[in-house]
Each structure stands twice: as structure tokens, then as C-alpha cells.
């Protein structure tokens, strides 16, 4: 099976979309297709680690999936990994590094990354 495909499926997996829902499942078929080297599998296992979808919460393995897709070209992943940084979440709070993350995923053609970016650059990292 191709990446492309193992993604596919692995969504529906996660969604329930004509199948029953099932994590695990979908966290093993995004490895595969991460392995492959999908950059949006990579960035949804990310989410997975993140979250603990399929499999337990692992925020250094988030962070590297996050980081990978980011370097990949991946504009979503290019948001989280500066959130990462602007909120200080498993790495170093780092505004510059985070606003350097942040200002990419605003130049990408992903308009959620965009628009996330954008919300994240006014959030100072204190809650």
C-alpha cells in the first residue's frame, strides 16, 4: 500500500468515516505511511503522541513528528512547533525560536496554519 492510501485510511480510522473508529489502528497505519515519508501522516502522528490518540502521551516524540513535518514543509507543523516553543511545552520557552516557527507557518498555503500562526504570535506563553 502506497502513503498515500495508508493515510487515507488512517483518517477514516480516526474519524470513524465508514469504518469504526479505532486509534490504534490508525496510529499503526500513520507510522506506516510515515515511514514512507508522508509529511501530513507525520505531522497527524505527531497529534497522536501529542494527545495520547492510539497511543500514550509522549511529548518529546510530538515534538520530533512536529519538527520533522515542519522541516518537511508541512505549515501545520510549523505552528505547533512554535507553539512548542512560545508556551514552553516539552522544549525551552523560546519567543525567538517560536516567532521564527510561527512567522514560516504564515508564509505556508495552509490557511489553518496561517490563521493559528497568527492567534499564537499574540499569546505571550503565560496562562
Not at 6 to 15: D, F, N, P
Not at 105 to 112: L, R
Request: net charge negative; with cysteine; aromatic share 12%.
Amino acid at each position: 500500500m502506497r502513503a498515500q492510501e495508508l493515510y487515507e485510511l488512517a483518517m477514516k480510522y480516526i474519524y470513524g468515516d465508514g469504518v469504526p473508529e479505532d486509534n490504534e489502528l490508525a496510529t499503526k497505519l500513520l507510522t506506516q505511511a510515515h515511514d514512507l515519508g508522508h509529511v501530513e501522516a507525520t505531522y497527524n502522528l505527531g497529534i497522536c503522541y501529542h494527545y495520547g490518540f492510539g497511543t500514550g502521551v509522549d511529548l518529546k516524540k510530538a515534538y520530533e513528528l512536529y519538527l520533522e513535518a515542519a522541516n518537511g514543509g508541512y505549515g501545520k507543523g510549523m505552528e505547533l512547533v512554535g507553539r512548542f516553543y512560545n508556551r514552553g511545552i516539552y522544549v525551552k520557552q523560546d519567543r525567538r525560536q517560536a516567532e521564527y516557527w510561527l512567522q514560516k507557518a504564515m508564509g505556508s498555503s495552509d490557511p489553518e496554519a496561517v490563521a493559528g500562526a497568527k492567534k499564537e504570535m499574540i499569546f505571550d506563553g503565560t496562562a
